[in-house]
Protein backbone atom coordinates (compact mmCIF):
# COMPACT_ATOMS: atom_id res chain seq x y z
CA UNK A 1 0.00 0.00 0.00
CA UNK A 2 1.36 3.18 -0.67
CA UNK A 3 2.43 5.46 1.76
CA UNK A 4 0.54 8.20 1.37
CA UNK A 5 -2.74 5.81 1.85
CA UNK A 6 -1.39 5.22 5.49
CA UNK A 7 -0.82 8.77 5.96
CA UNK A 8 -1.92 9.33 9.56
CA UNK A 9 -5.03 11.25 10.47
CA UNK A 10 -4.52 14.25 12.28
CA UNK A 11 -5.14 14.85 15.53
CA UNK A 12 -8.49 17.25 15.85
CA UNK A 13 -9.14 15.84 12.60
CA UNK A 14 -12.14 13.75 13.89
CA UNK A 15 -13.14 16.44 16.55
CA UNK A 16 -13.54 19.31 13.90
CA UNK A 17 -15.76 16.47 11.60
CA UNK A 18 -17.93 15.58 14.25
CA UNK A 19 -18.17 19.38 15.69
CA UNK A 20 -19.17 20.20 11.93
CA UNK A 21 -21.64 17.60 11.90
CA UNK A 22 -23.63 18.60 15.23
CA UNK A 23 -23.63 22.01 13.81
CA UNK A 24 -25.57 21.08 10.84
CA UNK A 25 -27.81 18.49 12.51
CA UNK A 26 -28.20 21.42 15.34
CA UNK A 27 -29.76 23.52 12.90
CA UNK A 28 -31.99 21.02 11.03
CA UNK A 29 -33.48 20.61 14.34
CA UNK A 30 -33.75 23.87 14.88
CA UNK A 31 -35.08 24.42 11.75
CA UNK A 32 -37.46 21.53 12.42
CA UNK A 33 -38.98 22.76 16.00
CA UNK A 34 -39.63 26.24 14.75
CA UNK A 35 -41.45 25.50 11.95
CA UNK A 36 -43.34 22.56 13.47
CA UNK A 37 -43.66 24.88 17.11
CA UNK A 38 -44.58 27.99 15.72
CA UNK A 39 -45.44 28.31 12.34
CA UNK A 40 -47.76 25.26 12.11
CA UNK A 41 -48.75 25.51 15.84
CA UNK A 42 -47.44 22.74 16.76
CA UNK A 43 -46.50 24.09 20.51
CA UNK A 44 -50.11 24.60 21.61
CA UNK A 45 -50.96 21.12 19.56
CA UNK A 46 -48.48 19.02 22.02
CA UNK A 47 -49.33 20.33 25.36
CA UNK A 48 -52.54 19.99 24.91
CA UNK A 49 -54.25 17.03 26.51
CA UNK A 50 -54.63 13.76 24.85
CA UNK A 51 -57.99 13.26 25.72
CA UNK A 52 -59.22 16.85 24.09
CA UNK A 53 -56.21 16.58 21.19
CA UNK A 54 -58.23 15.81 18.64
CA UNK A 55 -60.47 19.04 18.34
CA UNK A 56 -57.30 21.09 18.04
CA UNK A 57 -56.80 23.03 15.07
CA UNK A 58 -53.37 21.83 14.50
CA UNK A 59 -54.63 18.07 14.87
CA UNK A 60 -55.67 17.41 11.01
CA UNK A 61 -52.21 18.23 10.23
CA UNK A 62 -49.48 17.20 12.81
CA UNK A 63 -51.29 14.20 14.17
CA UNK A 64 -49.22 10.55 13.36
CA UNK A 65 -51.40 10.08 10.38
CA UNK A 66 -51.76 13.77 9.60
CA UNK A 67 -50.17 15.45 6.53
CA UNK A 68 -47.10 16.59 8.06
CA UNK A 69 -46.77 14.29 10.75
CA UNK A 70 -46.99 11.24 8.18
CA UNK A 71 -44.08 13.28 6.23
CA UNK A 72 -42.21 13.63 9.72
CA UNK A 73 -43.00 10.16 9.78
CA UNK A 74 -41.64 9.07 6.81
CA UNK A 75 -38.76 11.10 6.85
CA UNK A 76 -37.28 10.14 10.18
CA UNK A 77 -37.32 6.23 9.01
CA UNK A 78 -36.13 6.88 6.01
CA UNK A 79 -32.72 8.62 7.98
CA UNK A 80 -32.58 5.74 10.05
CA UNK A 81 -32.52 3.23 7.41
CA UNK A 82 -29.97 5.61 5.55
CA UNK A 83 -27.86 5.87 8.32
CA UNK A 84 -27.14 1.65 7.81
CA UNK A 85 -25.55 2.81 4.39
CA UNK A 86 -22.35 3.52 6.51
CA UNK A 87 -22.30 -0.50 7.65
CA UNK A 88 -22.68 -1.35 3.70
CA UNK A 89 -19.85 1.81 2.45
CA UNK A 90 -16.97 -0.15 4.95
CA UNK A 91 -18.35 -3.82 3.77
CA UNK A 92 -18.37 -3.25 -0.22
CA UNK A 93 -15.47 -2.61 -1.73
CA UNK A 94 -16.67 -0.87 -5.05
CA UNK A 95 -18.52 1.96 -2.96
CA UNK A 96 -14.45 3.52 -2.52
CA UNK A 97 -15.35 6.30 -4.99
CA UNK A 98 -17.86 7.37 -3.21
CA UNK A 99 -16.39 8.84 -0.40
CA UNK A 100 -13.71 8.30 2.62
CA UNK A 101 -14.74 6.22 5.69
CA UNK A 102 -14.76 9.23 7.74
CA UNK A 103 -17.08 11.11 5.67
CA UNK A 104 -19.45 8.96 5.65
CA UNK A 105 -19.52 8.15 9.05
CA UNK A 106 -20.26 11.92 9.55
CA UNK A 107 -23.71 11.06 7.45
CA UNK A 108 -24.49 8.09 9.64
CA UNK A 109 -24.00 10.34 12.77
CA UNK A 110 -26.29 13.37 11.59
CA UNK A 111 -29.19 10.76 10.18
CA UNK A 112 -28.97 9.16 13.95
CA UNK A 113 -29.22 12.70 15.29
CA UNK A 114 -31.77 14.32 12.55
CA UNK A 115 -34.06 10.86 12.56
CA UNK A 116 -34.96 10.59 16.24
CA UNK A 117 -36.27 14.33 16.20
CA UNK A 118 -38.39 13.95 12.83
CA UNK A 119 -39.63 10.31 14.51
CA UNK A 120 -40.25 11.92 18.15
CA UNK A 121 -42.75 14.72 16.34
CA UNK A 122 -44.25 11.72 14.51
CA UNK A 123 -45.20 10.57 17.62
CA UNK A 124 -47.02 13.72 18.67
CA UNK A 125 -45.73 12.64 22.14
CA UNK A 126 -47.53 9.29 22.22
CA UNK A 127 -45.90 6.49 23.11
CA UNK A 128 -47.85 2.95 23.38
CA UNK A 129 -47.73 -0.52 21.94
CA UNK A 130 -45.32 -1.68 19.29
CA UNK A 131 -44.43 2.23 18.81
CA UNK A 132 -42.71 2.51 22.35
CA UNK A 133 -41.22 -0.72 21.76
CA UNK A 134 -39.17 0.69 18.56
CA UNK A 135 -39.34 4.26 19.45
CA UNK A 136 -36.97 3.53 23.17
CA UNK A 137 -35.19 0.75 21.21
CA UNK A 138 -34.61 3.92 18.88
CA UNK A 139 -33.33 6.00 21.41
CA UNK A 140 -31.17 2.97 22.61
CA UNK A 141 -29.11 2.61 19.83
CA UNK A 142 -28.68 6.16 19.14
CA UNK A 143 -27.30 6.17 22.80
CA UNK A 144 -24.79 3.16 22.29
CA UNK A 145 -23.91 4.92 18.80
CA UNK A 146 -22.46 7.72 20.36
CA UNK A 147 -20.46 5.59 22.90
CA UNK A 148 -19.19 3.85 19.70
CA UNK A 149 -18.22 7.03 17.45
CA UNK A 150 -16.08 7.65 21.41
CA UNK A 151 -14.27 4.22 21.67
CA UNK A 152 -14.15 4.83 17.24
CA UNK A 153 -12.33 7.74 17.67
CA UNK A 154 -9.63 6.49 19.97
CA UNK A 155 -8.16 3.83 17.64
CA UNK A 156 -5.92 5.81 15.17
CA UNK A 157 -6.53 5.62 11.27
CA UNK A 158 -5.14 7.04 8.37
CA UNK A 159 -6.54 9.99 6.74
CA UNK A 160 -8.92 7.39 4.87
CA UNK A 161 -10.31 5.90 7.68
CA UNK A 162 -8.37 2.83 7.52
CA UNK A 163 -6.93 1.07 10.84
CA UNK A 164 -3.10 1.77 11.18
CA UNK A 165 -1.13 -0.94 12.61
CA UNK A 166 0.49 -0.84 16.20
CA UNK A 167 4.27 -0.52 14.47
CA UNK A 168 2.40 2.37 12.06
CA UNK A 169 1.42 4.28 15.65
CA UNK A 170 4.63 4.21 16.80
CA UNK A 171 6.45 5.57 14.23
CA UNK A 172 4.55 8.33 14.44
CA UNK A 173 5.12 8.63 17.70
CA UNK A 174 8.99 8.68 17.31
CA UNK A 175 8.13 11.42 14.08
CA UNK A 176 6.78 13.29 16.82
CA UNK A 177 9.37 12.92 19.48
CA UNK A 178 11.66 14.05 16.87
CA UNK A 179 9.79 17.77 15.72
CA UNK A 180 9.80 18.06 19.19
CA UNK A 181 13.41 17.76 19.54
CA UNK A 182 14.09 19.84 16.41
CA UNK A 183 12.10 23.07 18.45
CA UNK A 184 15.50 23.28 20.25
CA UNK A 185 13.13 23.40 23.30
CA UNK A 186 15.62 24.42 26.95
CA UNK A 187 16.50 21.21 28.18
CA UNK A 188 14.65 22.25 32.00
CA UNK A 189 11.33 22.36 29.73
CA UNK A 190 12.50 19.37 28.01
CA UNK A 191 12.24 17.33 31.35
CA UNK A 192 8.48 18.67 32.52
CA UNK A 193 7.91 17.25 28.65
CA UNK A 194 8.92 13.88 30.04
CA UNK A 195 7.62 13.68 33.34
CA UNK A 196 4.15 14.57 31.68
CA UNK A 197 4.33 11.86 29.28
CA UNK A 198 4.67 9.31 31.89
CA UNK A 199 2.56 10.89 34.30
CA UNK A 200 -0.74 10.25 31.76
CA UNK A 201 0.14 6.88 30.99
CA UNK A 202 -0.24 3.96 33.01
CA UNK A 203 2.44 2.48 35.21
CA UNK A 204 5.67 0.67 33.76
CA UNK A 205 4.69 -2.94 33.84
CA UNK A 206 0.89 -2.65 34.77
CA UNK A 207 -2.21 -3.52 32.62
CA UNK A 208 -4.11 -0.63 31.83
CA UNK A 209 -7.68 -0.05 33.32
CA UNK A 210 -10.79 -0.07 31.47
CA UNK A 211 -11.49 3.55 33.52
CA UNK A 212 -8.85 4.71 31.72
CA UNK A 213 -10.14 4.32 28.39
CA UNK A 214 -13.11 5.91 29.20
CA UNK A 215 -12.20 8.94 31.28
CA UNK A 216 -8.54 9.19 30.97
CA UNK A 217 -8.65 11.82 28.09
CA UNK A 218 -10.41 14.14 30.41
CA UNK A 219 -7.65 13.89 32.95
CA UNK A 220 -5.11 14.29 30.27
CA UNK A 221 -6.75 17.58 29.05
CA UNK A 222 -6.17 18.99 32.77
CA UNK A 223 -2.72 18.08 33.15
CA UNK A 224 -1.69 19.10 29.47
CA UNK A 225 -3.48 22.92 30.36
CA UNK A 226 -1.09 22.38 33.99
CA UNK A 227 1.94 21.63 31.68
CA UNK A 228 1.11 25.07 29.49
CA UNK A 229 1.11 27.30 31.98
CA UNK A 230 4.00 25.66 33.53
CA UNK A 231 6.17 26.24 29.93
CA UNK A 232 4.35 29.61 29.19
CA UNK A 233 6.24 30.68 32.27
CA UNK A 234 9.44 29.34 31.00
CA UNK A 235 9.96 32.54 28.72
CA UNK A 236 10.15 30.62 25.15
CA UNK A 237 9.32 32.66 22.21
CA UNK A 238 5.38 32.57 21.33
CA UNK A 239 6.08 31.24 18.02
CA UNK A 240 8.51 28.38 19.53
CA UNK A 241 5.60 27.91 22.56
CA UNK A 242 2.70 27.72 19.89
CA UNK A 243 4.51 25.10 17.48
CA UNK A 244 5.99 22.57 20.98
CA UNK A 245 2.64 22.78 22.62
CA UNK A 246 0.73 21.34 19.67
CA UNK A 247 3.23 18.87 19.03
CA UNK A 248 3.29 17.82 23.01
CA UNK A 249 -0.78 17.48 22.68
CA UNK A 250 -0.25 15.75 19.99
CA UNK A 251 2.17 13.15 21.22
CA UNK A 252 0.46 12.98 24.47
CA UNK A 253 -3.17 11.77 22.70
CA UNK A 254 -1.15 9.15 20.92
CA UNK A 255 1.02 8.10 23.10
CA UNK A 256 -2.31 7.30 25.71
CA UNK A 257 -4.04 5.37 22.88
CA UNK A 258 -0.80 3.46 21.82
CA UNK A 259 -0.82 2.42 25.39
CA UNK A 260 -4.97 1.39 25.70
CA UNK A 261 -4.94 0.18 21.59
CA UNK A 262 -5.40 -3.34 22.90
CA UNK A 263 -8.28 -2.79 25.15
CA UNK A 264 -9.71 -0.36 23.37
CA UNK A 265 -10.31 -2.15 20.24
CA UNK A 266 -11.59 -5.31 22.89
CA UNK A 267 -14.00 -2.69 23.90
CA UNK A 268 -15.29 -1.69 20.49
CA UNK A 269 -15.79 -5.32 19.92
CA UNK A 270 -18.18 -6.03 22.50
CA UNK A 271 -19.54 -2.56 21.80
CA UNK A 272 -20.09 -4.09 18.15
CA UNK A 273 -21.77 -6.87 19.48
CA UNK A 274 -24.34 -5.03 21.35
CA UNK A 275 -24.97 -2.33 18.71
CA UNK A 276 -25.77 -4.19 15.54
CA UNK A 277 -28.11 -6.58 16.55
CA UNK A 278 -29.96 -3.80 18.79
CA UNK A 279 -29.65 -1.55 15.56
CA UNK A 280 -31.91 -4.54 13.61
CA UNK A 281 -34.16 -5.29 15.73
CA UNK A 282 -35.36 -1.69 15.95
CA UNK A 283 -35.15 -1.61 12.18
CA UNK A 284 -37.34 -4.86 12.08
CA UNK A 285 -39.83 -3.32 14.91
CA UNK A 286 -40.28 -0.14 12.56
CA UNK A 287 -40.48 -2.11 9.33
CA UNK A 288 -43.19 -3.77 11.15
CA UNK A 289 -44.86 -0.17 12.33
CA UNK A 290 -44.97 0.81 9.28
CA UNK A 291 -46.26 -2.52 7.52
CA UNK A 292 -49.07 -2.33 10.04
CA UNK A 293 -50.16 1.56 8.87
CA UNK A 294 -50.11 0.70 5.51
CA UNK A 295 -52.04 -2.34 5.99
CA UNK A 296 -54.26 -0.53 7.98
CA UNK A 297 -55.11 2.66 5.34
CA UNK A 298 -53.03 5.55 6.83
CA UNK A 299 -52.41 7.94 4.04
CA UNK A 300 -51.87 11.70 4.23
CA UNK A 301 -54.52 13.33 5.95
CA UNK A 302 -56.71 10.01 6.89
Not at 39 to 45: F, I, M, N, R, V
Not at 149 to 177: D, M, N
Request: glycine share 8%; aromatic share 10%; net charge positive.
Amino acid sequence: MERSARKPERRGLAARSLRNVLVLAAIAIVAVCATLLFALGGLKYYTTSLSVRGYAPAHRLLRPSGTVGLALGIGGSALMILMHSYSLRKRARRLNRLGSLPRWLDFHIFCGILGPVLITFHTSFKFNGVVSVAYWSMLLVVASGFAGRYLFVRIPKSIRGQELTYAEVEEQVKELRAKLLATRLPLPVLKLIEAFEADVLPPPGTEPRWRGILFGELRLRQRLSALKRRIRGAGIDHRLLHDALKLIAERSVLLRRLAYLKKTKKLFELWHVFHMPLAFVMLLIVTLHVATAVYFGYAFGR
